[in-house]
């Protein structure tokens, strides 16, 4: 009697493919949490416009960051308008304006901390003083012939962004003689904003005779962030001082000699008329650009955690990608399986990290903050993978492949020309070790 074997049943399309099948499930997940990521990607560049506001509303009340440009002399001049019969039909006043032969600031700047909420604001007061000279106007260059100068109204016009920042009269000294500047700029398309001081000149004649006008201007100036000088000598020179000590120089120029210590800084520029692109004279009919050849210091405080948090979020889908990978080899070597839900779960904590970098970051310094987010995320992260596993080496494993990755990632972000080339270097070697681990993995289920 043939003895008969019971038929085995033939597995399923799930049990042939659930290595896949699961496989599939996992990468979904990845990019479901990519939604929340973007979220907290969000909520950075929210943070980040919540520190600019208190930036600007405490600056708004002392003070915007100041451009300092000038002295201009400025000269009317009327010029008759005729008909074809040579009758007078209206007369035009027009403007001629002069930049000093020579121009040299001094000045001492004194920053200070200012608090809005759990935000920092530097505000500075500072005592500059301007001197130099003005060669006698050349106008006959400039005034078209037929034209009168009214030399009884020229003016002195000093460019400052933000009236607010000034604590004291401005005073003049024009050829030895005392004036106070008044508000507004005469000459409409000159600067944005400024002061003016008038100035009765000799006329032609006898003003070239009299030769070079010397001036000295001292002011009181407070503002918020950042002062700038603008270069209208023909040799300009600038010396300043302050007690801070992460200055950061900007602009068109950068310091011919400065020195940074902890007690504060010191630096001094020497900009000559060549080296801008504007002339010394010119009417009111053209306009000037003198942006382009500001300079100066910044006294912003270094913020960076918010740059910081930007680029360690752009990391999230690999840090998710690599820790469920992780979880996944785990599996397919143990007996216990991970539910799709629990692999979402530390996906979840894996997004977490980078609100707690956030929030801690505007408290404690962005190393310090990185550190406690990472271990709080590592801990949990571990703990969990030790109830799922129910093994102590595992949940080591899982501890240590993260440490390494966050330890990846904290290098990368201190890097600034180097960041490219740690990254690509460590994510080939990353990628090594996964082809090296999945050979090893039973993909047929």
Not at 277 to 304: K, R
Request: glycine letters at 8%; hydrophobic letters at 45%.
């Amino acid at each position: 009697m043939e003895s008969t074997q019971p038929n085995t049943p033939e597995p399923s399309f799930i049990q042939r493919n659930g290595t896949t099948l699961k496989g599939i499930i996992i990468f979904f997940l990845m990019l479901v949490l990519l939604i929340p990521t973007s979220m907290v990607e969000s909520l950075i560049y929210e943070r980040q416009g919540r520190h600019n506001e208190a930036i600007n509303e405490v600056s708004s009340k002392w003070g915007q960051s100041q451009t300092l440009s000038g002295p201009i002399l400025v000269l009317p001049y009327e010029q008759t308008q005729r008909s074809t019969d040579g009758k007078e039909v209206f007369k035009e006043t027009k403007f001629a304006c002069f930049l000093p032969d020579e121009l040299r600031v001094n000045g001492q700047i004194n920053p200070e901390k200012r608090h809005r909420g759990i935000f920092d604001v530097v505000l500075y007061s500072s005592r500059l003083k301007l001197e130099g000279s003005f060669n006698a106007p050349e106008v006959e260059k400039l005034v078209p012939a037929g034209a009168t100068v009214l030399w009884d109204k020229a003016s002195l016009v000093l460019g400052i962004p933000d009236l607010r920042g000034l604590e004291d009269q401005v005073t003049l000294q024009w050829d030895g003689q005392a004036s106070m500047f008044d508000p507004g700029i005469p000459v409409s398309g000159l600067l944005q904003s400024g002061i003016h001081v008038p100035i009765a000149l000799k006329a032609a004649a006898l003003n070239k005779a009299a030769g070079s006008h010397s001036f000295k201007i001292e002011l009181a100036l407070k503002g918020s962030g950042a002062l700038f000088f603008t270069p209208v000598g023909k040799v300009t020179d600038v010396k300043i001082a302050s007690p801070w000590a992460d200055p950061s120089f900007t602009g068109a120029f950068l310091p011919d000699e400065k020195t940074v210590s902890p007690a504060g800084f010191e630096a001094s520029w020497k900009v000559l008329n060549l080296n801008r692109n504007y002339p010394q004279q010119w009417t009111s009919e053209a306009q000037m650009n003198f942006s382009e050849s500001t300079f100066g210091v910044d006294f912003l405080i270094p913020v960076d955690n918010y740059q910081k948090s930007t680029r360690s979020v752009k990391y999230a889908i690999l840090f998710i990608c690599l820790t469920f990978l992780t979880i996944f080899f785990i599996e397919m070597g143990q007996s216990r399986r991970v539910h799709p839900f629990q692999y979402a779960l530390i996906g979840l904590a894996l997004v977490i990290f980078y609100t707690l970098l956030v929030s801690i970051s505007e408290h404690l310094s962005f190393n310090a903050a990185y550190f406690i987010a990472a271990v709080m995320t590592i801990g949990m992260t571990g703990l969990y993978a030790r109830s799922l596993f129910q093994s102590n080496r595992m949940a080591l494993f899982v501890c240590g492949t993260m440490t390494v990755l966050y330890g990846f990632l904290f290098v990368v972000l201190q890097q600034q020309d180097y960041a490219l080339l740690i990254g690509s270097l460590g994510l080939f070697a990353i990628l090594a070790v996964v082809m090296y681990v999945s050979r090893r993995i039973n993909w047929q289920g």
